[in-house]
């Protein structure tokens, strides 16, 4: 069993930059993508960004160019640096970490990110 545990979020102001991380523990195998999606109220659910073990990223459309992620296999942990933050970029993070070879996701118990003046 896999369990996440993600640091960071906060308040920011519109412009700004925040980190997120996010460390998994227990039986990891590769290959896997470990990554963030977002819930934001009146908005649907969406995938931020995304990398493999092998270091291949997907990001969603509206962080492109704004956000990095980046990951540290032999810590098992995932980075998300935001910046030029939006005040639609305010929802709930959430980690996760997909096995390929296992239907299960393990999630982390998502962390507030605010973007408001």
């Known amino acids: 069993q896999v369990q996440m545990e993600e640091f960071g979020g906060g308040l920011v102001q519109p412009g700004g930059s925040l980190s997120l991380s996010c460390t998994a523990s227990?039986?990891?195998?590769?290959?896997?993508?470990m990554g963030w999606v977002r819930q934001a109220p009146g908005k649907v659910r969406e995938l931020v960004a995304s990398?493999?073990?092998?270091?291949?990223?997907n990001y969603g459309e509206s962080v492109k160019g704004r956000f990095t992620i980046s990951r540290d296999n032999a810590k098992n942990t995932v980075y998300l640096q935001m910046k030029t933050l939006r005040p639609e970029d305010t929802a709930i993070y959430y980690c996760?970490?997909?096995?390929?070879?296992?239907?299960?996701?393990?999630w982390g118990q998502g962390t507030q990110v605010t973007v408001a003046s």
């Open positions: 990398i493999t073990n092998n270091g291949n990223r």
């Open positions: 996760y970490l997909d096995q390929w070879k296992n239907e299960d996701y393990a």
């Open positions: 227990g039986s990891i195998f590769p290959p896997n993508t």
